[in-house]
């Protein structure tokens, strides 16, 4: 079973970047399809990102598209977040997801916190 550990998080003002990082554990990470959530406070949990497992094919929400990008580093079992033009309504609570068998994302991560200010 993969674990999920994220990291990156913090406060950024509006127009700044951040990186988050994914560290996976588990040696069959690279067959997994990997991706991103994300949760403001009193809203439900939304799909950010994902990544094939092959690193070649991914989507974005298209509150995100153009300015986050997803990645994955498989020999490092990595998998990356760059948000650039932030904005306020991007402060959420960030999470890695991996999905291993094409059934849904079933594994996740803690959690980490982005806060976009003005």
């Known amino acids: 079973q993969v674990q999920l550990v994220e990291s990156g998080g913090g406060l950024v003002q509006a127009g700044g970047s951040l990186r988050l990082s994914c560290a996976a554990s588990?040696?069959?990470?690279?067959?997994?399809?990997m991706g991103w959530f994300r949760q403001a406070p009193g809203k439900e949990r939304e799909f950010v990102n994902s990544?094939?497992?092959?690193?070649?094919?991914?989507y974005s929400a298209s509150s995100v598209k153009g300015r986050f990008t997803i990645s994955r580093d498989n020999a490092k079992t990595m998998v990356y977040l760059q948000m650039n033009s932030l904005k306020p309504e991007d402060t959420a609570v960030y999470f890695c997801?991996?999905?291993?068998?094409?059934?849904?994302?079933?594994?996740w991560g803690q959690g980490t916190q982005v806060t976009v200010s003005w």
């Open positions: 997801v991996a999905d291993p068998n094409g059934s849904g994302w079933s594994i």
């Open positions: 588990g040696r069959t990470f690279s067959s997994y399809r």
């Open positions: 990544i094939r497992m092959s690193g070649g094919i991914t």
